[in-house]
């Protein structure tokens, strides 16, 4: 890191700033001051062994930047630069910017890693936004006195091909080769307009389309290198795909890059008709506080901005993951925004001229850049003003402590979205949402299972989506296909209406039919049960049909929360839930999170893999305050219903035995205490760890039920993230080897007496009843949605039947046969 030193007559001035700025960056940047001379009687002065001195304490090969006030301080910074090796001086900066601001700006771009050229640039342009607000006039630009930048300029006229110009990914993909030259000072030109290319905000509110051409101008040591990898990312197109949609006007539909239709993962049946509503969070409401303390403001900033660029890192791996680098290129350009030495400067500014709050300097300098954004003359570059706004709210969320504001739609609406985690969907209105479109994902992935829980047609893995669908368009929607049409003609809008009639008319059938038991041709019932997520579940899946309920996922009372949740808390809800079940059975999983499922009051280490690292129960157990906390409410609330409980992710015996302790304390202080919960509540464990299948002999021997939750065992055994993709083939739960796991399970739990079911999503495919009857499962849970159909498969079979079909599919040697096997099994 950049070291910087503050050059001062006076020592009390230096040691003064050197306190503003510590508090500033938090004490990450290396400083040092030399103020004064040692005179008690005449203290105002230089002293060159002094600042000597200094620069050494933070010499280091990134640089040394040195600010001076005026005078003697020059002369003896230039003395001190004598007395170091040759090696020392070429790599130490003295700088004409201006003591305390630039000082303060200097420590800014140090502290984000910037280069000692960037240090440089940063301070001497800090007293631009003061020029500004007392001239009303912004201020020449500076040029940089570092040797690296000086020398001619050199010129690289481009005219841009890619289809949708400068946007954001390529203006990222711009920027970031921009700033592997720190040597080098590199500007883009479009017409009477140039912006700084190390910026992200100057760079893509040019608005460069496509056809457009620019001038860059580098100069400095490796200007002609800059220039050249310039060049090779413009011939590929600033990497864009060369199908990359063209830009079209807001309420009109794209055109699609192959043919009339969009084709993406069937992730929750069913047909729909609407406009497109992007998500994106909105902005909270921020409160502005006035007579705040600048510094410590922008510490509490700094804080918010370093938190929201590790969410941004760990989006941008996962979206690598399942998209590929080119979309992860989006949350690189969120991250760049971040970094922009011009917005943060403006931020700071305000914070010192107007103390502020962080969160009112934030917004301000937020929203003005997003109406920059939506100035600009070009349809596709307006809507990139919601990514500033995302970006912005990432950091607001942050500093606020809580949730994003409600995502109201004004009409029902098509959502489409990048992706909708927990979180997002959590805000969504089910009454105002026909249908859901995601750019990631898989069958399983978290939009997915919401849509199929609350009956909402979803298409997910769709790529390009968000810029294929723009807001306003009218869209069509199959779920069941996976299918998606950005601009239906009236012919196909009345072939989908139509559609969605019959589809809502035969939802309502099955609804009436799903009340009925799960009974086979020949007498054999299965137990059908619903996944909730909460007390507004339950009405839902009783309205389906449910037997009780197969899987509460807790998890639900712990996200989006700054402070875990109290024993009442917890409580509340439970006994809520087992009131509204009555006697029907609810199988609870305790605290589930961990991998996909982060909360910020768990301070968990950052993970290679979080899938394999500290999660469910391993989580529980290193955290055993929150898990006796979770534990005391779920019994206390068993008293008023019929629960069981169930621990996730059990991997060994060990790990059941221990959290059997647990729960064995538990009960003994609420004995002790007179406080009533079932005794006799069952006890199980959910099986989807391969480990847990190769000892399930060992594990039903101690426990009193098996429930298989496939989505997570599936990627397990598969070694494909669930939801990822473009490894969708692979993470299908009709894979021959899940298929084997599933009887291994199902025959070592019978073996042992205990009863076996299932609650993971292959629980709901009617195409996989036949085979999970023939396996043996005694109890099937699913989102409330699909218990009719799943039901009425099961009525078509007879046990009998299923059996032989069973022992067909475990001997057969690919999904692909699998598949085409079920599809042609008769009923009977």
Same mark, same amino acid.
């Given at each position: 890191m950049v070291g910087i030193v503050l050059v001062s007559h006076s020592a009390t001035l230096a040691s003064g700033l050197e306190e503003l700025i510590n508090q500033m960056v938090q004490g990450k940047v290396p400083l040092a001051s030399a103020g004064g001379i040692d005179d008690p009687e005449n203290p105002i002065g230089t002293d060159a062994f002094k600042v000597q001195a200094a620069i050494e304490s933070v010499y280091s090969d990134d640089g040394v930047v040195v600010l001076m006030d005026l005078g003697s301080a020059l002369l003896s910074a230039e003395m001190a630069l004598e007395f170091l090796s040759p090696e020392q001086q070429e790599k130490v900066y003295l700088c004409p910017a201006p003591l305390v601001?630039?000082?303060?700006?200097?420590?800014?771009?140090?502290? #984000?890693?910037?280069?000692?050229?960037?240090?440089?640039?940063?301070?001497?342009?800090?007293?631009?936004?003061?020029?500004?607000?007392?001239?009303?006039?912004?201020?020449?630009? /500076?040029?940089?006195?570092?040797?690296?930048?000086?020398?001619?300029?050199?010129?690289?006229?481009?005219?841009?091909?890619?289809?949708?110009?400068?946007?954001?990914?390529?203006?990222?993909?711009?920027?970031?080769?921009?700033?592997?030259?720190?040597?080098?000072?590199?500007?883009?030109?479009?017409?009477?307009?140039?912006?700084?290319?190390?910026?992200?905000?100057?760079?893509? /509110?040019?608005?460069?389309?496509? %056809?457009?051409?620019?001038?860059?101008?580098?100069?400095?040591?490796a200007a002609e290198e800059a220039l050249a990898a310039i060049e090779a990312l413009a011939d590929d197109n600033f990497g864009d795909a060369e199908q990359a949609p063209a830009p079209v006007a807001s309420g009109q539909a794209a055109p699609t890059p192959t043919g009339k239709q969009l084709s993406g993962i069937p992730a929750s049946p069913g047909i729909a008709v609407g406009p497109v509503m992007q998500f994106r969070a909105h902005?909270?409401?921020?409160?502005?506080?006035?007579?705040?303390?600048?510094?410590?403001?922008?510490?509490?900033?700094?804080?918010?901005?370093?938190?929201?660029?590790?969410?941004?890192?760990?989006?941008?791996?996962?979206?690598?993951?399942?998209? %590929?680098?080119?979309?992860?290129?989006?949350?690189?350009?969120?991250?760049?925004?971040?970094?922009?030495?011009?917005?943060?400067?403006?931020?700071?500014?305000?914070?010192?001229?107007?103390?502020?709050?962080?969160?009112?300097?934030?917004?301000? #300098?937020?929203?003005?850049?997003?109406?920059?954004?939506?100035?600009i003359d070009d349809a596709y570059m307006r809507t990139r003003a919601a990514d500033v706004l995302d970006v912005g709210r990432r950091v607001l969320d942050r500093?606020?402590?809580?949730?994003?504001?409600?995502?109201?739609?004004?009409?029902?609406?098509?959502? #489409?979205?990048?992706?909708?985690?927990?979180?997002?969907?959590?805000?969504?209105?089910?009454?105002?949402?026909?249908?859901?479109?995601?750019?990631?994902?898989?069958?399983?992935?978290?939009?997915?299972? +919401?849509?199929?829980?609350?009956?909402?047609?979803?298409?997910?893995?769709?790529?390009?989506?968000?810029?294929?669908?723009?807001?306003?368009?009218?869209?069509?929607?199959?779920?069941?296909?996976?299918?998606?049409?950005?601009?239906?003609?009236?012919?196909?809008?009345?072939? +989908?209406?139509?559609?969605?009639?019959?589809?809502?008319?035969?939802?309502?059938?099955?609804?009436?039919?799903?009340?009925?038991?799960?009974v086979t041709i020949d007498r054999l019932r299965v137990e059908i049960g619903a996944n909730i997520g909460g007390p507004n579940d339950v009405p839902v899946a009783l309205e389906y049909g449910a037997e009780g309920v197969g899987l509460l996922r807790t998890e639900f009372l712990f996200l989006q929360r700054e402070t875990p949740p109290t024993e009442d808390d917890q409580y509340e809800v439970y006994h809520t839930i087992a009131e509204l079940m009555g006697d029907r059975p609810v199988i609870v999983r305790t605290l589930d999170i961990g991998g996909d499922k982060p909360v910020p009051f768990v301070d968990l280490d950052p993970e290679d893999n979080p899938f394999l690292g500290l999660?469910?129960?391993?989580?529980?157990?290193?955290?055993?305050?929150?898990?006796?906390?979770?534990?005391?409410?779920?019994?206390?609330?068993?008293?008023?219903?019929?629960?069981?409980?169930?621990?996730?992710?059990?991997?060994?015996?060990?790990?059941?035995?221990?959290?059997?302790?647990?729960?064995?304390?538990?009960?003994?202080? +609420?004995?002790?205490?007179?406080?009533?919960?079932?005794?006799?509540?069952?006890?199980?464990?959910?099986?989807?760890?391969?480990?847990?299948? #190769?000892?399930?002999?060992?594990?039903?021997?101690?426990?009193?039920?098996?429930?298989?939750?496939?989505?997570?065992?599936?990627?397990?055994?598969?070694?494909?993230?669930?939801?990822?993709?473009?490894?969708?083939?692979?993470?299908?739960?009709?894979?021959?080897?899940?298929?084997?796991?599933?009887?291994? /399970?199902?025959?070592?739990?019978?073996?042992?007496?205990?009863?076996?079911?299932?609650?993971?999503?292959?629980a709901g495919n009617p195409l996989a009843i036949p085979a999970l009857v023939g396996l043996g499962l005694d109890e099937l849970s699913m989102s409330a949605p699909q218990i009719p159909a799943v039901k009425e498969a099961i009525r078509a079979l007879s046990h009998s039947r299923t059996e032989a079909i069973a022992c067909h599919v475990l001997e057969l040697d690919s999904v692909e046969a699998v598949v085409a096997y079920l599809s042609q099994v008769k009923t009977g």
């Open positions: 601001e630039g000082g303060l700006a200097a420590a800014v771009q140090a502290s #984000v890693g910037g280069s000692a050229e960037q240090v440089m640039a940063e301070a001497q342009g800090a007293l631009a936004a003061k020029i500004e607000q007392i001239s009303g006039a912004p201020p020449e630009p /500076t040029a940089a006195v570092s040797p690296e930048l000086a020398g001619e300029a050199i010129e690289l006229i481009l005219t841009v091909e890619n289809p949708l110009g400068l946007h954001a990914r390529p203006a990222a993909r711009f920027v970031s080769t921009a700033n592997r030259y720190s040597s080098t000072d590199i500007r883009v030109v479009k017409g009477d307009r140039s912006a700084n290319a190390k910026s992200i905000n100057q760079v893509a /509110t040019l608005g460069v389309r496509q %056809g457009d051409t620019i001038t860059v101008r580098a100069s400095g040591q902005l909270p409401q921020v409160d502005t506080l006035t007579g705040c303390n600048p510094a410590a403001e922008w510490k509490r900033l700094q804080a918010a901005i370093g938190a929201a660029g590790d969410e941004l890192q760990t989006v941008i791996a996962r979206m690598t993951r399942q998209a %590929g680098a080119d979309e992860a290129a989006i949350f690189e350009a969120h991250a760049l925004f971040l970094q922009d030495p011009d917005l943060l400067e403006s931020v700071k500014q305000r914070l010192d001229a107007q103390q502020v709050n962080a969160e009112a300097a934030w917004l301000q #300098v937020i929203e003005e850049t997003a109406d920059r954004f939506r100035a500093l606020a402590g809580g949730p994003s504001t409600a995502f109201e739609l004004s009409e029902p609406s098509i959502v #489409v979205a990048v992706d909708l985690n927990p979180s997002d969907t959590a805000l969504l209105d089910p009454a105002q949402v026909l249908g859901i479109c995601t750019e990631l994902g898989g069958a399983t992935s978290h939009s997915a299972i +919401l849509a199929r829980a609350l009956g909402i047609p979803a298409v997910v893995g769709v790529d390009g989506a968000t810029a294929a669908l723009p807001e306003g368009a009218l869209i069509g929607l199959d779920g069941g296909q996976g299918l998606i049409w950005p601009q239906p003609d009236e012919a196909e809008i009345r072939e +989908l209406s139509g559609r969605r009639e019959a589809w809502l008319s035969e939802q309502q059938r099955q609804k009436e039919s799903g009340r009925e038991p799960a999660r469910g129960i391993r989580l529980c157990l290193a955290y055993p305050d929150l898990f006796r906390t979770q534990l005391r409410a779920i019994l206390r609330a068993s008293a008023a219903g019929n629960f069981k409980l169930m621990f996730p992710m059990v991997g060994s015996v060990q790990e059941f035995r221990a959290a059997r302790a647990v729960l064995d304390e538990v009960r003994q202080e +609420l004995s002790e205490a007179g406080v009533p919960f079932d005794k006799s509540m069952e006890i199980g464990v959910m099986v989807e760890v391969p480990s847990a299948v #190769v000892a399930a002999d060992q594990l039903a021997a101690e426990v009193d039920f098996f429930s298989i939750g496939t989505n997570d065992l599936t990627q397990y055994v598969m070694a494909a993230d669930r939801g990822n993709a473009r490894v969708a083939d692979l993470a299908n739960a009709l894979q021959p080897a899940v298929l084997r796991m599933i009887s291994q /399970t199902v025959e070592q739990a019978h073996d042992a007496g205990i009863w076996v079911g299932m609650c993971g999503e292959l």
